[in-house]
């Protein structure tokens, strides 16, 4: 490692879903706040290990649907005032209003579908190109069929000698420290 390389973090190698589970457990109750899992399918109760909080996109998403919702029904309103849809008869501004409800449904969904999409990429700061983790020799077999559990160099318990000898004791393979 040279001097001008910044510590990312340290990574270990587990086989199997229940020793990564485990290990992550460990890791929490050790005190480390910021460790990650790079498994090749999800794991169940992982998040709860690792203390994943709850994501605000379901939120991200409302306030879209919500907004396209008013944006599309104010649209139709306003273009109504101007030219009136004469439906069976009936020229009044609310009677024609069973006409518009397509529209605002399909904008409603788009709307959502944008804010859900823009809200994902924000939150998970895409696009991302690069990871540290990619430098890992075997760190590709996360997606095929080995677990990696990261403990981040940012978080406010970790020493890199530490945190390795702690990755090592609780059953980590091949526990590497990772710099950027």
Avoid at 43 to 66: D, M, Q, Y
Avoid at 101 to 111: A, D, E, G, N, R
Avoid at 169 to 180: C, E, K, P
């Amino acid at each position: 490692m040279s001097t001008t390389e910044k510590v990312w973090g340290v990574v270990s190698r587990f086989d199997n879903p229940t020793d990564i589970l485990a290990a992550a457990e460990k890791a929490r109750a050790q005190g480390y706040k910021k460790i990650d899992v790079h498994s090749p399918f999800p794991i169940h109760g992982i998040e709860k290990a690792i203390g994943v909080k709850a994501t605000p996109l379901p939120w991200i998403s409302l306030l879209g649907g919500t907004i396209g919702c008013l944006v599309a029904w104010y649209f139709q309103y306003w273009t109504t005032k101007d030219y009136p849809m004469i439906i069976s008869g009936k020229p009044g501004l609310l009677d024609s209003t069973p006409a518009w409800f397509v529209i605002v449904f399909c904008f409603t969904i788009l709307l959502c579908a944008f804010a859900t999409l823009g809200g994902f990429m924000v939150l998970n700061d895409f696009p991302k190109f690069y990871s540290p983790l990619h430098k890992i020799k075997g760190f590709e077999r996360a997606t095929d069929d080995q677990f990696f559990l990261v403990v981040s160099a940012a978080d406010p318990q970790f020493d890199q000698r530490k945190t390795r000898d702690f990755l090592a004791q609780i059953g980590g393979q091949d526990v590497t420290v990772v710099t950027d």
